[in-house]
């Protein structure tokens, strides 16, 4: 199952991916995850995105693809995978589409997490207060209201280019986590 997992920083799509992940035996594909690992690292890719990261802003689309791209033609892909936190611009969901018709993959579907955003301030907050290796450097309430604000105003429409695809499946992100889980798996057995 090859699927799309979207929503704000702080909606769940993480931890619900990895529920999905276990669940399936897909494999969750975190852009921040491998963003974080990049920069900890110190790779050429690292240093380019650090600073940009660190802000909330979005690293080039040319570097999030390539990542992207590489990743998916992994063996341990080939049951499927979740990506989370990809595509984050309507340029990207393009670059996407090319891809996999490129290496002959379909998408099944693309789940959205909806929550208001005075939510996700005190759950992200709270997250960085109860980080065990510290906070994110981009967990701070500067930082964060940017990253809602790229939130809106890029990736909300990548919502809309599913949703005019007929993939789109929207779900109350605010609900109990294990109801939330349970709504996934019952739009999973749909499709
Ligand atoms: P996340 O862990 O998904 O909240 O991502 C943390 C940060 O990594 C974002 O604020 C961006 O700076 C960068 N990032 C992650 N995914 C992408 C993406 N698909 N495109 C551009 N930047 C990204």
Known sequence: MKLIFLG?????KGTQAQRIEQAFDIRQLSTGDMLRAAVAAETQVGKQAKDIMARGDLVP??????????RIDEADCANGFILDGFPRN??????LDEML??????????????VDAEVLI??????????????????TEEALQHRLRVYEEQTAPVAEFYASK???????GMQDMD?????????????
Request: zero cysteines.
């Open 61 to 70: 689309d040319a570097v999030v693809v390539g990542i992207i791209s590489d």
């Open 8 to 12: 704000p920083p702080g909606a769940g």
């Open 122 to 139: 005190g759950r992200i907050l709270k997250r960085a207060a109860e980080s065990e290796g510290g906070p994110r450097e981009d967990d």
């Open 101 to 114: 018709v490129t290496k002959n993959i379909v998408l099944d579907g693309v789940i959205e997490l909806a």
């Open 166 to 172: 007929g993939i789109l499946n929207t779900l109350d």
């Open 90 to 95: 309507v340029a990207q969901a393009e670059a």
């Open 179 to 191: 109801e939330v889980t349970r709504q996934i798996q019952a739009v999973l057995k749909e499709i």
